[in-house]
């Protein structure tokens, strides 16, 4: 299974983007139970931004991002996406998707615990 994210861009502060992560290869025995967007800004570390169990549909957001941002999957496509409203400068980052095939009660868990991950979009916010 290969996760390719795309969408990311150069937009102005205020300005909107929407990710999509789109899962290729998926066998009759993949099933992501949790999916998740971390970003990575340049110097820092790789943080969670929005994560959503497919199963119940709960949702959660980092609180840098909450009310601004929205994560959503369409699941006959093998598809999530982000879509990101108001961005601004400090959003600037690698955008990742992940997936969890393993079930957990919570989706809000450490990146090393989501297995298939995309190759990152960039997101470039300044005026």
């Known amino acids: 299974v290969q996760l390719q994210a795309s969408g990311g861009g150069s937009v102005q502060p205020g300005g909107s983007l929407r990710l999509s992560c789109i899962a290729s290869g998926v066998t009759s025995d993949y099933y992501a139970y949790s999916v998740a967007w971390f970003r990575q800004a340049p110097g820092k570390e790789r943080e969670a931004i929005s994560c959503l169990k497919t199963t119940g549909g709960a949702t959660h957001y980092a609180e840098s991002v909450k009310g601004r941002f929205t994560i959503s999957v369409d699941n006959p496509r093998n598809a999530v996406y982000l879509e990101m409203n108001d961005l601004q400068p400090e959003d600037t980052a690698v955008y990742y998707c992940?997936?969890?095939?393993?079930?957990?009660?919570?989706?809000?868990?450490?990146?090393?615990?989501?297995?298939?991950w995309g190759r990152g979009t960039l997101v470039t916010v300044s005026s």
């Open positions: 992940a997936t969890d095939t393993l079930y957990r009660p919570t989706c809000w868990v450490a990146a090393g615990h989501y297995d298939y």
